[in-house]
């Protein structure tokens, strides 16, 4: 057996579930693994293309994002050697005829529709990290693939832990045949949860269960009960916009992140990954311990670090790294301290990925993008806070986000236990923390939708009944159907209960003899009118709410570094003065120091009424030398400034409707009825049910429009645009046209409006950098909402922006009228920087373009949107119609691909 010899080779002997995976595999059997973070589920998929070697044939490991492909390609060529293994990510291509190519999940996909020859002697597939199939952006490719292989091919998914994993592989065998479906638990290293409350750590559950430590909780209530009352009335944040805490007090102080890690240095838990779920949030830690004199490396490491920054960087030009900030991050490496996110260039981040692999930091402070699959686990996690910004507003992390954050810790060979370390700060209730991370439901849930490229595909590859039948055979349409059975459960229970309450109800009323001839009508017309009425006073209260918090951002975003301001309270306004200037402008967080002395940060939903600005104070270098009393002193001479009183953002006024609401209760004849108060539950209860039958209805009519029917409708308007033809007029006879073989090659978000744009010779005509700018219409997407006037580097470049536009808004109402998912507004935020960079021009010349155009970019940012512009703009160079577009866009290509966009993947 090749098992006996693979095991043989491994630092540690396979654990239960990693050897019934792998004897599954040599059995020629799908599987689907589903184990914590950390538990060594990528040995199974490293047994998968040991075996296809040694039998002869071919094994494709496929990963979400390139990161982690870059990382496994090395770790298997580290074992099989560089002539065997191959890598495919759209920015690389290496030995791309090897028998083992690592890829990303959108290669695989493009092979597909492709019918690739490289699929000959193809025996298995790794999916790593399948849970990604519920991703909603890009979860679609998972499901496409797991459809679109041969049934021969066996399928490895490694997935997180779900709690439907049954229902996965059930789907799973379904569609690919014989599944086996591993779960476990088991964590190698086992992991601590710890709550670190001021400065002691206490173990968050009480030993070898899963109940509150009752020290802590005892701890935490001593605490909340010392607290002053003199503080402004600020609001904790909630994802509930109707429930207010208790506000934090002037003596609580959080702590600093350098007093963190001594914390954790002094009780042997680094190095350690501190999770911030903001980029400035992490450069904002580095930069506090960069300013304080903690050193965690020895002089040894120092020099380590040092040749590692150093022949990683040879190729960055001078003034990039400038532009870059790379003396400070130089400095901050070498002292054992580094940030890890999205944001960064990507050179610098996987510097700080080798460092750490290495043992040479202490301390990362990461956003969640590091628990990716990116191999990089620390002997502690720290979480400072349990909510993130999901770009919509804040909200509490899933049980499934927090296991899978929490899996970073403990690293297996080296580390006995792993800690999760979870910071404790007023507005956090530890029992809440302790569900958190007791509980084990997260499910995985199909994001699998039709989309144009994808319907052009599938129509050109197996024809139309056949595509049908596989849209019908995903896991969306496996999950809506399961559901549908219950929905319709549902139904008929409500509509029976529904039945029995108005029965009862109609005798009740009957036996009081009310002044009516259809009273139980007109009863539940009452009732219904109440309920009108309190849905529009919750509706109007959430609108005042998010109508304070636009007030309190408008504040927020403009103060400067030294104004006053006052600050509500319960009996009259407090001073303040501005010590750190806000971060983004559509989520500021203001630094300040208050006439009681506190200091610390606020942000907007801290606030119940807007702050107002009344004055300005020279700080000179008090903020900065952290000398607060001699700020609070110097607060004293603005005194005259303080208002007597500060206007909320708001009214309490009634709307219109719920005023007309108001007056049909209270005008209402079954108002004046007797002695049918007692009633009134019951009249409750039935128009619940029935608003609860209503959206079941919805639910069930939802589900019955089938992804086959999408499929239909979305061939309908590729049928009127001519990417598609029905054969003799039969809509049940569609194929492909010359136009829709275009639209198979395009895969980008706004598939059909770039090949409406190449159709219609919109962008014909363009020099390279113009055509660079134009074609980031339809791959940049800002991180803040913003629909500005597009600016162009030339005339030529601005009529080809408006027209893309003007041809999004015919597409966008075809899409309304045939009932689809509308393509995304092209975004203009990023063309002049492309341009500029295209043109030449260096990287703080083009960042400054960015930001002209209201773009939010950081180094990283920058070098991800560009590499995304020469993807499409290759696709562009396929498909474009005329000769000089094609030049264009090669040649764009080629100007791009300089400097800081050159440099690593």
Same mark, same amino acid.
């Given at each position: 057996?090749?098992?006996?010899?693979?095991?043989?080779?491994?630092?540690?002997?396979?654990?239960?579930?990693?050897?019934?995976?792998?004897?599954?595999?040599?059995?020629?059997?799908?599987?689907?693994?589903? %184990?914590?973070?950390?538990?060594?589920?990528?040995?199974?998929?490293?047994?998968?293309?040991?075996?296809?070697?040694?039998?002869?044939?071919?094994?494709?490991?496929?990963?979400?994002?390139?990161?982690?492909?870059?990382?496994?390609?090395?770790?298997?060529?580290?074992?099989?050697?560089?002539?065997?293994?191959?890598?495919?990510? *759209?920015?690389?291509?290496?030995?791309?005829?090897?028998?083992?190519?690592?890829?990303?999940?959108?290669?695989?996909?493009?092979?597909?529709?492709?019918?690739?020859?490289?699929?000959?002697?193809?025996?298995?597939?790794?999916?790593?990290?399948?849970?990604?199939?519920?991703?909603?952006?890009?979860?679609?490719?998972?499901?496409?693939?797991?459809?679109?292989?041969?049934?021969?091919?066996?399928?490895?998914?490694?997935? %997180?832990?779900?709690?439907?994993?049954?229902?996965?592989?059930?789907?799973?065998?379904?569609?690919? *045949?014989?599944?086996?479906?591993?779960?476990?638990?088991?964590?190698?290293?086992?992991?601590?949860?710890?709550?670190?409350?001021?400065?002691? =750590?206490?173990?968050?559950?009480?030993?070898?269960?899963?109940?509150?430590?009752?020290?802590?909780?005892?701890?935490?209530?001593?605490?909340?009960?010392?607290?002053?009352?003199?503080?402004?009335?600020?609001?904790?944040?909630?994802?509930?916009?109707?429930?207010?805490?208790?506000?934090?007090?002037?003596?609580?102080?959080?702590? *600093?992140? !350098?007093?963190?890690?001594?914390?954790?240095?002094?009780?042997?838990?680094?190095?350690?990954?501190?999770?911030?779920?903001?980029?400035?949030?992490?450069?904002?830690?580095?930069?506090?311990?960069?300013?304080?004199?903690?050193?965690?490396?020895?002089?040894?490491?120092?020099?380590?670090?040092?040749?590692?920054?150093?022949?990683?960087?040879?190729?960055?030009?001078?003034?990039?790294?400038?532009?870059?900030?790379?003396?400070?991050?130089?400095?901050?490496?070498?002292?054992?301290?580094?940030?890890?996110? &999205?944001?960064?260039?990507? %050179?610098?981040?996987?510097?700080?990925? +080798?460092?750490?692999?290495?043992?040479?930091?202490?301390?990362?402070?990461?956003? +969640?993008?590091?628990?990716?699959?990116?191999?990089?686990?620390?002997?502690?996690?720290?979480?400072?806070?349990?909510?993130?910004?999901?770009?919509? *507003?804040?909200?509490?992390?899933?049980?499934?986000?927090?296991?899978?954050?929490?899996?970073?810790?403990?690293?297996?060979?080296? @580390?006995?236990?792993?800690?999760?370390?979870?910071?404790?700060?007023?507005?956090?209730?530890?029992?809440?923390?302790?569900?958190?991370?007791?509980?084990?439901?997260?499910?995985?849930?199909?994001?699998?939708?039709?989309?144009?490229?994808?319907?052009?595909?599938?129509?050109?590859?197996?024809?139309?009944?056949?595509?049908?039948?596989?849209?019908?055979?995903?896991?969306?349409?496996?999950? %809506?159907?399961?559901?549908?059975?219950?929905?319709?459960?549902?139904?008929?229970?409500?509509?029976?209960?529904?039945?029995?309450? +108005?029965?009862?109800?109609?005798?009740?009323?009957?036996?009081?003899?009310?002044?009516?001839?259809?009273?139980?009508?007109?009863?539940?017309?009452?009732?219904?009118?109440?309920?009108?009425?309190?849905?529009?006073?919750?509706?109007?209260?959430?609108?005042?709410?998010?109508?304070?918090?636009?007030?309190?951002?408008?504040?927020?975003?403009?103060?400067?570094?030294?104004?006053?301001?006052?600050?509500?309270?319960?009996?009259? /306004?407090?001073?303040?003065?501005?010590?750190?200037?806000?971060?983004?402008?559509?989520?500021?967080?203001?630094?300040?120091?208050?006439?009681?002395?506190?200091?610390?940060?606020?942000?907007?939903?801290?606030?119940?009424? /807007?702050?107002?600005?009344?004055?300005?104070?020279?700080?000179?270098?008090?903020?900065?030398?952290?000398?607060?009393?001699?700020?609070?002193?110097?607060?004293?001479?603005?005194?005259?400034?303080? !208002?007597?009183?500060?206007?909320?953002?708001?009214? @309490?006024?009634?709307?219109?409707?719920?005023?007309?609401?108001?007056?049909?209760?209270?005008?209402? /004849?079954?108002?004046?009825?007797?002695?049918?108060?007692?009633?009134?539950?019951?009249?409750?209860?039935?128009?619940?049910?029935?608003?609860?039958?209503?959206?079941?209805?919805?639910?069930?009519?939802?589900?019955?429009?089938?992804?086959?029917? +999408?499929?239909?409708?979305?061939?309908?308007?590729?049928?009127?645009?001519?990417?598609?033809?029905?054969?003799?007029?039969?809509?049940?006879?569609?194929?492909?046209?010359?136009?829709?073989?275009?639209?198979? =090659?395009?895969?980008?978000?706004?598939?059909?409006?770039?090949?409406?744009?190449?159709?219609?010779?919109?962008?014909?005509?363009?020099?390279?950098?113009? =055509?660079?700018?134009?074609?980031?219409?339809?791959?940049?997407?800002?991180?803040?909402?913003?629909?500005?006037?597009?600016?162009?580097?030339? @005339?030529?470049?601005?009529?080809?922006?408006?027209?893309?536009?003007?041809?999004?808004?015919?597409?966008?109402?075809?899409?309304?009228?045939?009932?689809?998912?509308?393509?995304?507004? /092209?975004?203009?935020?990023?063309?002049?920087?492309?341009?500029?960079?295209?043109?030449?021009?260096?990287?703080?010349?083009?960042?400054? &373009?960015? &930001?002209?155009?209201?773009?939010?970019?950081?180094?990283?940012?920058?070098?991800?949107?560009?590499?995304?512009?020469?993807?499409?703009?290759?696709?562009?160079?396929?498909?474009?119609?005329?000769?000089?577009?094609?030049?264009?866009?090669?040649?764009?290509?080629?100007?791009?691909?300089?400097?800081?966009?050159?440099?690593?993947?």
């Amino acid at each position: 057996m090749h098992l006996d010899e693979f095991a043989a080779h491994l630092k540690f002997p396979l654990d239960e579930f990693q050897h019934q995976a792998c004897q599954a595999v040599e059995n020629d059997h799908g599987v689907l693994v589903c %184990a914590p973070t950390g538990a060594g589920k990528t040995i199974i998929g490293e047994f998968a293309v040991s075996l296809a070697l040694s039998r002869g044939t071919k094994c494709f490991y496929t990963t979400p994002i390139k990161a982690l492909s870059n990382q496994k390609y090395h770790d298997l060529v580290a074992a099989h050697g560089p002539e065997t293994i191959g890598l495919l990510t *759209g920015d690389t291509t290496i030995n791309h005829n090897a028998d083992i190519l690592v890829m990303t999940t959108e290669v695989l996909r493009n092979m597909i529709y492709a019918q690739s020859p490289t699929f000959d002697r193809l025996t298995h597939v790794v999916m790593d990290e399948i849970h990604y199939l519920s991703d909603k952006t890009r979860g679609s490719v998972w499901e496409e693939i797991i459809l679109g292989l041969h049934d021969s091919i066996k399928i490895i998914g490694l997935s %997180a832990t779900v709690s439907n994993s049954e229902e996965f592989g059930h789907w799973l065998t379904t569609v690919r *045949g014989n599944t086996d479906i591993i779960v476990t638990d088991h964590r190698p290293v086992p992991l601590n949860q710890w709550m670190l409350v001021s400065t002691t =750590l206490h173990p968050l559950f009480e030993p070898n269960t899963t109940t509150l430590n009752h020290q802590l909780a005892s701890h935490i209530n001593k605490l909340e009960h010392t607290y002053q009352d003199n503080h402004p009335t600020f609001r904790t944040r909630s994802t509930n916009p109707n429930h207010t805490t208790q506000p934090p007090k002037p003596n609580y102080r959080p702590l *600093g992140r !350098p007093e963190v890690t001594t914390i954790l240095a002094a009780n042997n838990m680094l190095p350690a990954i501190t999770f911030i779920f903001s980029r400035i949030g992490c450069d904002s830690a580095l930069a506090q311990c960069l300013r304080s004199r903690i050193n965690l490396t020895t002089p040894e490491e120092t020099n380590r670090i040092k040749h590692i920054i150093d022949t990683n960087i040879t190729t960055i030009p001078e003034e990039d790294l400038k532009v870059l900030g790379y003396r400070n991050w130089r400095t901050a490496l070498t002292r054992g301290f580094a940030a890890h996110h &999205a944001g960064m260039l990507p %050179a610098f981040r996987h510097i700080v990925e +080798e460092l750490f692999v290495n043992g040479l930091l202490k301390v990362v402070f990461a956003t +969640e993008t590091l628990a990716l699959g990116i191999n990089m686990p620390a002997r502690t996690v720290i979480l400072e806070k349990l909510v993130k910004f999901d770009g919509e *507003g804040h909200v509490d992390l899933t049980p499934g986000q927090y296991t899978q954050l929490t899996g970073r810790a403990g690293r297996r060979g080296i @580390d006995v236990l792993g800690n999760a370390v979870v910071q404790w700060s007023p507005a956090m209730d530890p029992q809440q923390v302790a569900n958190l991370a007791s509980t084990r439901t997260y499910p995985l849930v199909s994001t699998f939708t039709p989309g144009y490229n994808m319907s052009v595909n599938l129509l050109k590859t197996m024809g139309f009944t056949a595509a049908h039948h596989l849209l019908e055979m995903s896991f969306a349409q496996f999950q %809506a159907n399961k559901s549908i059975v219950g929905h319709a459960h549902q139904v008929e229970k409500a509509e029976q209960r529904v039945q029995e309450l +108005e029965q009862q109800l109609e005798e009740e009323l009957a036996a009081r003899q009310v002044p009516s001839e259809q009273p139980l009508a007109e009863f539940l017309e009452y009732m219904q009118l109440q309920r009108d009425l309190s849905l529009e006073e919750r509706n109007a209260k959430k609108l005042r709410i998010r109508q304070r918090r636009e007030a309190v951002t408008a504040v927020l975003s403009k103060v400067r570094v030294g104004d006053v301001l006052a600050l509500s309270t319960k009996k009259r /306004p407090v001073l303040a003065v501005v010590v750190k200037a806000p971060g983004r402008p559509a989520d500021p967080r203001v630094g300040i120091i208050m006439e009681s002395g506190w200091r610390g940060t606020v942000e907007v939903d801290d606030f119940a009424v /807007p702050p107002k600005v009344v004055s300005h104070m020279r700080l000179g270098g008090y903020h900065k030398a952290m000398d607060t009393k001699q700020v609070v002193k110097n607060l004293k001479k603005y005194a005259h400034s303080r !208002p007597k009183k500060l206007r909320a953002a708001t009214t @309490d006024k009634l709307t219109k409707k719920a005023l007309a609401l108001h007056a049909a209760v209270r005008g209402h /004849p079954v108002r004046y009825w007797q002695q049918v108060d007692d009633l009134t539950q019951i009249g409750h209860d039935i128009i619940r049910v029935r608003t609860e039958v209503d959206k079941l209805h919805a639910t069930v009519d939802a589900s019955v429009d089938t992804l086959g029917k +999408e499929f239909d409708r979305i061939l309908g308007l590729l049928a009127e645009l001519d990417y598609v033809e029905y054969v003799d007029g039969d809509r049940n006879n569609p194929r492909v046209s010359e136009e829709g073989e275009r639209l198979a =090659l395009i895969h980008n978000e706004c598939d059909l409006l770039v090949a409406q744009c190449l159709r219609r010779g919109i962008w014909d005509g363009l020099d390279p950098a113009e =055509l660079a700018g134009v074609v980031s219409l339809c791959t940049f997407e800002n991180r803040r909402e913003t629909r500005g006037e597009p600016i162009g580097a030339t @005339d030529a470049m601005a009529d080809a922006m408006d027209n893309t536009i003007r041809l999004w808004e015919e597409l966008h109402s075809d899409e309304r009228r045939h009932q689809l998912p509308e393509t995304r507004y /092209p975004d203009s935020g990023f063309a002049l920087a492309i341009h500029q960079w295209a043109a030449g021009a260096p990287l703080g010349y083009c960042m400054a &373009a960015a &930001a002209e155009c209201g773009a939010e970019l950081t180094p990283g940012d920058f070098v991800r949107q560009a590499r995304q512009v020469v993807d499409l703009l290759e696709q562009v160079r396929k498909t474009g119609y005329h000769e000089d577009t094609i030049w264009a866009a090669r040649h764009a290509v080629d100007a791009i691909r300089r400097g800081v966009v050159a440099i690593g993947a």
